[in-house]
């Protein structure tokens, strides 16, 4: 009888955890609570957490504001941020766990494709709107009708940078390093059709995978044989800064090009003198001078000692606009998303945003370049 | 071009011999596939980092400073996670998972204590570089190929010619007959936990110089590389740790240069397969290796 | 001697009482759904048994034959994209592509176990680390079949004889059938000669050599089989969650896997379960710790093992079990 007694242990195991699962869960229905819930999932541990922690500081400056100013619907906004470790299967997990939740009334997330698309199938089904401030993955609104994002495609933002390289910068023999995901893929292919419209030449394609790579030497070596005017980066800070710290380490003086995910205070602290006269696209810096960017910063270096990066000016603006949709929608579900997608002109930090019929958003970029050791707007 | 590579993959290699013989030194007589080495690398280059920026401390006292304290964390790594798993005789696996706990452990330690932005890491060994025709070599680059020589033979002597290096290999080849020797078998491992976690830092902290960069995840594929390094040259060999290390970095680097920037660890690793069927014990490597 | 009257009636009594344990667990398991769980737990639950699918494989391997292996991800990933391959390229429905994957995933295992099983140890964990990798990496690069980093999205919803799986409650009864076949034709296998053989290389390959087993051959098909039913089990994670991408597949999945099975009990297939169950919830338990959710995962990973160091279930033995082995023993004593 050994056996049925491990047996029945190991199913009383089994049901303990299931029932401890249902408890942990809010299972209350959205009566009279005297709050609204607002539900952030970004990486807040693993890999890429400093930008979930980019999101999580800049929606709790924006959710004190907008406590300040007498929170929504006269209901205080409470925030609940889920960490998904920008893993897949975990980000499916926590969408799951929020569309059960009948409090939360949208989501701010989630941070990178991976994790964006895997949960759009649960949120789609739960009819939650998933606002993603930076899923730049071309498939991710055609998901469903509760997809939204905050961002430029590469669609829109790589032909600019292709004209700020060919035309702004003169540069014709151009060489291109991507990270080897989703947002770099789509990148490089947007970046080198433009350019090549507007008669550059792409003399290398190199790529590489984020977290991975440490060493670029050879890369840059192989890219230094086909004698380039330029390099284009479609890369994050991190990287750049080593790519540009061996390029001078290798001697190699070529100037530098790149995408707004560039944007970072660490860079300049990173590479210093390394990314000196560093152009890029843009449509967020500290040193914007429209009154909603200005404020933005201000606050945020007030908060939090630092000064703000691209990824923290979106999660701050789709937390607006998203609160702003509840304000008229009322707490439901449906009629929220079909708020939010009506949302046109919103003043955002990065600019006027209006979702198109994808719920895609086209916004405005500017050119900047990093000047004595200092952002600044060149064109 | 071609010598450039060459220099590249020296350079990636004798990153990868340097974090790779600490490795192989714990792996070599204790036989445990250790996952915390690569987060113990990392805590080191932090430890030095932080000492140097917070307490406003020089290179080398900082240097000298962590080494000795990421040390002290080896010693509690062993006795608090895997001092009770040998008492209990556990199987080798066992310590295997533990010490993927450590590393997930520490890992999400530092990311909470200091952040989890990329930091720059000062170069405090601004030597310059040599100047060739159409190469280059900076001397920083030289001090690292070198440390890991010189740490080579260091070990090598130490297990060879000393006292407690004779009570180390007795440790590793049976643990049972070294204790009844009247060998303090725990001290011993100890010890190799000390030395284990202090020459991670060497390697962390060079290698946090040389890229002039540390972030929390980046001894995942340290770790990995350090790992494939000291299995290619033979596990426990000490010349085998730079052998490997400096195989794979070449490897690699002439994969990307010439090959396919994106498949450079896929072939990297390719070639570590294919030396490992011709030679099932390593390069260097003599002992059937007993089951882990 | 027994007689053999007394030993066939001592055999149906066992299989009898078998039975009865048997039945009892699967009503109990097919009542779950009807406890009216929410989605989030259900999901949870699906998602511990695609892990028991991959832990009770693996066990297999590191369990019951001692080769370690860090790579059994590459098997579930080339399940998955198998099974997305051809569910978007060819519209085959899952219960083709569901078989297709699991064999491509063996195939691919027998190609890779025939060289370089025969290494040990360490050895043998670089070399499947390393192939896992490389199946990453080719995922990545190889855009043409695989879409390399945008991934496949879109995979369609299983339909098993007409009948759409779409809810969280039908997926349930999918991979409560896969675990059952899973575990069921694990158990035969481990409890066949064929499993003998391979417990016999785990505890002394030499010995197990000089009797006459052909390790190599053993191994290979402990390698395989084990593979098999992790390309299964990624094929249903592909059409469940419905979107897979290189980055659901890495090394982390391996180690993952490896932990559930060693937390569980080497070489206890109800302890491949429970770590299971335990390791897909642990994470999802610690949300209240918030930023210090993953210090305690790690934390509880150090404090488990030495308290028990073979496993929660390793080294018990049911005493079914030690009855049908000495049925087996009579019988071949006979």
Redesign the interface.
Known sequence: ????F??SL??M??LS??L???S??T?AAPDATEEITIAVAAP????Y??YG?AFRRATELKAEEINAAGGILGKELKLT???D??????A??VA??L??DKKVLGVIGHF???AS??A???YEE?GLVQLSPTTS?P?FTK?GQYMFRNINTQAVEAPIAADMVVNLMDKKRIAVIYI???W???ARDHFVEAAEALGGEIVAE????G?????F???L??I??KNPDIIFLGTF??ET??IA??MK???YDYPLAGLSSLYNE?LI???GDAVEGLYMTSNFFPGDERPAAKEFVDKFRDAHGQVPNQFAAVAYESLGMLAGAIETAGEDRAAIRNELAKIADYEGVTGSITFSKDRDVIKEMSIIKIQNGEFVIAQ | MFFQQIINGITLGSIYALTAVGYTMVFGILELVNFSHGSVYMFGAFLCLTLMTALGLGFFPAFIISIVITGMLGIVIDRLALLPLRRKNAPKVASLISTIGISIFLQNLVMVMWGSETKNFPLALNLGHIQFNSFRISYLQMIILLTSLILMMGLTLLVKKTKIGKAMRATAQNMEAAKLMGINVNLIITFTFFLGAALATVAGVMVGMYYQSVDPMMGFMAGLKAFAAAVLGGIGVLPGAILGGLIIGVSETLAAGYIHSGYRDAIAFAILIAVLLIKPTGLLGQKVQKKV | METTVEHVNKKKKIIKRRSMIYVGVLAGLLIIPLLSLNNFTMRMVIMAGTYMILAMSLNLITGYTGQLSLGHAAFYAIGAYTSAILSMRFGWSFLITAPAAALMAALVALLLGIPTLKLQGAYLAIVTLGFSEIVRIVALNWMGLTRGPMGIPGIARPEVLGYRIASNTQYYYLILALVIITYMSLYRIINSRLGRAFIAIREDDLAAQSMGVDILKYKILSFTIAAFFAGLAGSFYAHYVTYIDPQSFTFNESIQVLSMVVLGGMGSMPGAIIGSVILTWAPEMLRFLEDYRMIMYGAILIVMMPIRPQGILGGIRFKLDKEEENQHEAVGSE
Do not use: P
Request: charged fraction near 20%.
């Open positions: 009888m050994k056996k049925v491990v047996f190991l199913m195991v089994v955890v299931l401890a699962g249902c942990t869960e299972a807040l541990s693993g890999d957490a400093q922690n941020f889920l960490d470790r920008n893993d897949a299967r975990e499916t997990n799951q766990r569309v059960g990178s494709s991976t698309l895997a759009s199938s649960v739960g993955h498939d998901q080897n995901n989703d770099g893929i789509t190199e790529t590489f995978i977290g991975q790579t440490q060493d030497t050879s890369t070596t192989s230094h044989s800070y991190a800064g080593m710290q061996q380490q290798l001697g660490e602290k990173l590479a």
